[in-house]
């Protein structure tokens, strides 16, 4: 059996320190009463803080394309949609240089060899400083056809700022990762030769 003061772990320490470690484990180890556990409160809590430094926004856009509530569309047919655009002013200091009107641009992009989009893919829009700090954009109506079957991701869209490099925004695109299902057109058939 090999003695605690020959473990190779406590050889870096000075002797004295090695003979003081040997000592407080004989201590601990011959005091210790494993039926007096029950004596140690189970209020005893801790608490950890860590400082953790939050970076600073401005503006949060909520963005969401909303579509009909079909279960699949069809390729070549418009599909109507809205895009809403909620803008979120709670996020900056209060003492923010950006306290004035700010100016912002948003811009529907999609993917050409699988999306026609018409009306409004690229536009502007301004938050006022004062007043209410959460700001609902006009409803943009928006056409989609969609060009292939398939499982196809909706548009992306894109929110950004007009002449404030400074300004830090964020955008919390609702159905970034959604799918709409898309089939051919069942009630024709092309047969080529």
Known sequence: MVQFSELPSIRWLDVGDQQGLVNLVKEATTSFDPNDLGNISRDVTFELLLPVSIPEIHVVHEVELLLPANKHFTVGK???AQLIIKSNRNWEQPNSSMNGEL??????????DKWAISGKRRSFFKLQGEGSKITCQPIIDCCMIPLLPGKLPLPRIEVSAINVPSLKAEVDLKNGAQTVLVIPELDRASVSF
């Open 78 to 80: 418009t599909i109507t």
């Open 103 to 112: 100016e912002f641009s948003y811009d529907i992009i999609a993917p050409h």
